[in-house]
């Protein structure tokens, strides 16, 4: 195979990823925009970045951030559920890379519910992972946060105990332990 057929195969597989991890936000956000609110976020109106959750999500070979995503558009928009997640190597290759959807160590998963974001405002979701074990070694973390192929890719220099992440679903706030 060549260069550029595995850079393919790897984009594929991450794009499946994405689509599988985030399959309950497109439900959940299109449900919200059903609903007579916003419609929902339009790909390119999004931000993704990770938010320091300083010293409150280390702990027990358990470490977290927060995902923000923010609405960079002109008008309000709606999104939804679990973000899709998938961890890129170094050169942006593929990583194998399992997310649970729910409680975090450090948060209570608020519930797949959807969110208007107006513009300029933000949602944000808990994301944590181990480092005890054997780990894979991520240098890049891609976020899509309405669960379409769209996506934003944020650095994530992490050792990932066998690529599993676990994460909240969006919530208006930061999630917390209450």
Excluded at 34 to 45: D, I
Excluded at 55 to 72: A, D, F, I, P, R
Excluded at 74 to 96: N, Q, R
Aim: net charge positive.
């Amino acid at each position: 195979m060549t260069i550029r057929g595995l850079r393919s195969a790897a984009t594929v597989t991450a794009a499946v990823a994405l689509a599988v991890g985030a399959g309950a936000g497109m439900a959940s956000a299109a449900g919200a925009a059903g609903s007579g609110a916003a419609g929902a976020c339009r790909p390119g109106t999004l931000k993704v970045t990770t938010t320091s959750a300083g010293s409150s999500q280390v702990g027990m070979n358990h470490e977290g951030t927060y995902l923000k995503v923010t609405n960079t558009g002109t008008s309000a928009c709606a999104i939804g559920g679990y973000p899709g997640l998938a961890l890129e190597g170094a050169g942006h290759t593929a990583l194998k890379t399992t997310a649970h959807h729910g409680d975090t160590y450090f948060a209570k998963d608020p519930g797949a519910h959807g969110i208007t974001l107006k513009p300029g405002k933000s949602a944000f979701a808990d994301l944590v992972w181990t480092h005890a074990g054997p780990s894979v070694q991520a240098k890049y973390l891609q976020v899509s946060p309405t669960g379409s192929n769209s996506h934003g890719v944020v650095a994530f220099d992490k050792a990932v105990d066998g690529g599993k992440l676990s994460v909240t679903a969006w919530s208006a706030t930061p999630p917390s332990a209450s």
